[in-house]
């Protein structure tokens, strides 16, 4: 080779070497916002599910529910007045 064309070459190579450089970055970059919108449809779905557990916490623990519960399975009900006893604490001076 001639002098005049080794810088030529050089700079040919440089160039391919840029163009790769190029193709990978865009691939990978690619790679990632796919990834990042599969995360974020994850994330919504997970939203989603979190609203309903609110949702279904608030069913379950509704006064109403607890009530018929502890009449139903515990044979609980409400004291009679006859039941109810105050204790009154005297306080020590």
Do not use: C
């Not at 529910?65 to 001076?93: F, N, Q, Y």
């Amino acid at each position: 080779m001639s002098a005049g064309r080794v810088p030529v070459a050089i700079l040919a190579a440089a160039s391919m070497l840029t163009a790769f450089g190029v193709v990978y970055a865009k691939h990978a970059s690619r790679k990632e916002f796919i990834e990042l919108q599969g995360l974020q449809a994850q994330r919504n779905r997970m939203n989603v599910e979190w609203g309903r557990l609110l949702l279904e916490e608030g069913a379950w623990s509704s006064h109403g529910r607890i009530e018929k519960t502890a009449r139903e399975r515990l044979g609980m009900r409400l004291p009679r007045a006859e039941d109810v006893v105050i204790v009154r604490r005297r306080l020590s001076r």
